[in-house]
């Protein structure tokens, strides 16, 4: 006799249907909320990678390009900005890097 806890069904046939019938997304979901670690460390590196590179490469575009841009009236605000710009943009990408690490 079966318990009230047993989960089998009754029916032989209700256990096939069963089968056939996928599972809700939502429960999918629920299970696998953390990725594995090496997809986290990969995803990581990645971003934190293209924060540097766009902090470096930037950075050193905008040195090469100084003389030019600052020898145009008023254009030394403008660097500054763009400056601040390649910067925050950068450390946006290194933020989520750490981000993607830890979640």
Do not use: W
């Not at 953390?34 to 050193?60: E, K, M, P, W």
């Amino acid at each position: 006799m079966a318990s009230s806890n047993d989960k089998r069904p009754t029916n032989p046939n209700a256990s096939l249907l069963d089968l056939q019938q996928p599972e809700k997304l939502s429960k999918i979901l629920e299970e696998n909320k953390r990725d594995c670690l090496s997809c986290r460390l990969v995803g990581a590196a990645a971003f934190t990678g293209l924060g540097a590179y766009i902090y470096i490469s930037g950075r050193s575009q905008l040195l090469e390009q100084q003389h030019k841009l600052t020898t145009k009236a008023g254009t030394l605000g403008g660097l500054r900005a763009r400056m601040a710009g390649t910067g925050l943009l950068a450390s946006t990408f290194v933020g989520m890097g750490l981000y993607r690490l830890v979640n």
